[in-house]
Every structure is written in structure tokens, then in C-alpha cells.
Antibody, heavy 129, light 109 residues
Framework: EVQLVESGGGLVQPGRSLRLSCTASGFTFGDYAMSWVRQAPGKGLEWVGFIRSKAYGGTTEYAASVKGRFTISRDDSKSIAYLQMNSLKTEDTAVYYC????????????????????WGKGTTVTVSS | SYVLTQPPSVSVAPGQTARITCGGNNIGSKSVHWYQQKPGQAPVLVVYDDSDRPSGIPERFSGSNSGNTATLTISRVEAGDEADYYCQVWDSSSDHFYVFGTGTKVTVL
């Protein structure tokens, strides 16, 4: 069974750091891009960032709201993706989901896109003094 | 940045058809994906590539995309379809590569 399990959430003070982990099972982790998506209480979904598979360079992209503060990495040998969150703000309070991402292609020839086909159950991060 | 607009809510009686729109500039040129999120649960992919269904998703869920509007259609609505629904596109020209719609709450009367 394909599964993603997030861990590492909790209560943290503003300005501090936290690292989330996403442990994958049931598929070849290294073949897929992975994303982090968050949802503040009572709000919609917000993409945080993602990391491409090594086949596509293993590079990362981030939302403007977290760029420079959050870092995504991956350990394909352990099937784990990480979200390192530094300089946390109260507005980072949310449920954080890990996702497996699929790459699609269309026309024109160089057009590609990603979407999320598997989601973890999420881990809650609360930033408060 | 690219913006996707959805109606905040849609109400539908059991057995009827619910249509959820997702508006975006020339969205018909992009691939649109839809997620269902029930209360207290993680989102689930219900439609990808405008109109394809993942394994295990009922045929009652279908999608279309043209011009400036993509639509998720739920036929023969059941009580278990009550949830929030989000559309999503990929837009590498903006700083928000993954763009989610504002979300629509579907209420089954």
C-alpha cells in the first residue's frame, strides 16, 4: 500500500525552528517529486514547496511566503522527505501535508506540469509564545 | 501570479448533479486537477488531467475544461460527497508553481 506519514509537528515559539519528516512506503520513493502543502485553521490549501526527483535534478521550488526560511530535502536511501522550517512565524501555524507528485506532459512539446496523487494525513504545527 | 476562483459554496439535493467551477485566465490551456477534502481528513485526488479519474474514484465524478473555466461535475450526489473541493493547476511562470483554487464547500441537503 502506498503511504506517506508525516511527523515532527508540535508547539514552537516564534523565531524558532522545526523539522518535519515524511516517511514513504509502498513505492519507489526516488522516482517521484515530493511536495509540502499546508492548511491554516479554517483556511484553504497552500502549497509550501517541492523537490524534484533526482532524474529531474533534485531541485527545489518554494512559495514566496516561505522562501529563504524553509528548506526541503530528501534522503532516497531512507525514503524520507524533510521540511526544515526556520524563523517560524505565528502565520506558519497549520496542518502540514506531504504529497507524492506526478509529472505530466502535454502540448507544446516542452509543456509539463505536476499534480499530487497521494497525500499523508498531516502533522500539526503551532507557532505561539 | 495566477489566480483560480471557485464559488464558496454549492448546495445540492441527494441524487441531483453538483457542478463546481474553477475560473482562471485561459485555464483551458492548462491541465486541471481536483481534490476532495472531507472534514478532519487529508485531501484526495478525484480528477486529474481535466477529466481522468484515479483508480477507486466513482464514475459519478467527471471533469471538463475549456476557455476560462474548468468544471468538476458530481452526478447522482450522495451524502458522502459532502466535502470541500479544490482545483489546482501548475504555473511555472509565477512564484507559486502549484496554484490551488479558493475551495468550494459542497453541502448535500
Amino acid at each position: 500500500e502506498v503511504q506517506l506519514v508525516e511527523s515532527g509537528g508540535g508547539l514552537v515559539q516564534p523565531g524558532r525552528s522545526l523539522r518535519l519528516s515524511c516517511t514513504a512506503s509502498g513505492f519507489t520513493f526516488g522516482d517521484y517529486a515530493m511536495s509540502w502543502v499546508r492548511q491554516a485553521p479554517g483556511k484553504g490549501l497552500e502549497w509550501v514547496g517541492f523537490i524534484r526527483s533526482k532524474a529531474y535534478g533534485g531541485t527545489t521550488e518554494y512559495a514566496a511566503s516561505v522562501k529563504g526560511r524553509f528548506t526541503i530535502s530528501r534522503d532516497d536511501s531512507k525514503s524520507i522527505a524533510y521540511l526544515q522550517m526556520n524563523s517560524l512565524k505565528t502565520e506558519d501555524t497549520a496542518v502540514y501535508y506531504c504529497t507524492r507528485d506526478l509529472r505530466g506532459a502535454g502540448t507544446p512539446e516542452d509543456y509539463y506540469y505536476y499534480y499530487m496523487d497521494v497525500w499523508g494525513k498531516g502533522t500539526t504545527v503551532t507557532v505561539s509564545s | 501570479s495566477y489566480v483560480l476562483t471557485q464559488p464558496p459554496s454549492v448546495s445540492v439535493a441527494p441524487g441531483q448533479t453538483a457542478r463546481i467551477t474553477c475560473g482562471g485566465n485561459n485555464i483551458g490551456s492548462k491541465s486541471v486537477h481536483w481534490y476532495q477534502q472531507k472534514p478532519g481528513q487529508a485531501p484526495v485526488l478525484v480528477v486529474y488531467d481535466d477529466s481522468d479519474r484515479p483508480s477507486g474514484i466513482p464514475e459519478r465524478f467527471s471533469g471538463s475544461n475549456s476557455g476560462n473555466t474548468a468544471t468538476l461535475t458530481i452526478s447522482r450526489v450522495e451524502a458522502g460527497d459532502e466535502a470541500d473541493y479544490y482545483c489546482q493547476v501548475w504555473d511555472s511562470s509565477s512564484d507559486h508553481f502549484y496554484v490551488f483554487g479558493t475551495g468550494t464547500k459542497v453541502t448535500v441537503l
